[in-house]
């Protein structure tokens, strides 16, 4: 499974982005999508993640009510809608993919930085 992570840039606090991730390569394994962030001097981070067959999903306390994962199972497509974004929610974005069976996220892209000017 590939990864190709896009849509990051810069917007001030309260604007909005989108961020994309293109999934090549992907089986009937391939169980659920995530997107972590790691900001400097810190560990990566879960932020969401959603299944592909039900679009079950999870979200961070930290981003409930502001971002919403998305799926284009047609595209093979997942979609981060990040809205009201804080200065806080600076950091690089990376989307990742978990098999059915495993505990761990094997896949990752590439990274996409979103900044947010206060």
């Known amino acids: 499974v590939q990864l190709q992570a896009s849509g990051g840039g810069l917007v001030q606090a309260g604007g909005s982005l989108r961020l994309s991730c293109v999934v090549s390569g992907r089986s009937g394994s391939t169980y659920e999508m995530a997107w972590f962030r790691q900001q400097p001097g810190k560990e990566r981070v879960l932020v969401t993640s959603i299944t592909w067959r039900s679009g079950a999903t999870y979200y961070a306390d930290s981003v409930k009510g502001r971002f919403t994962i998305s799926r284009d199972n047609a595209k093979n497509t997942v979609y981060l809608q990040m809205n009201t974004l804080r200065f806080e929610d600076t950091a690089v974005y990376y989307c990742?993919?978990?098999?059915?069976?495993?505990?761990?996220?094997?896949?990752w892209g590439q990274g996409t930085q979103v900044t947010v000017s206060s």
């Open positions: 990742a993919a978990r098999d059915i069976g495993s505990a761990a996220y094997k896949s």
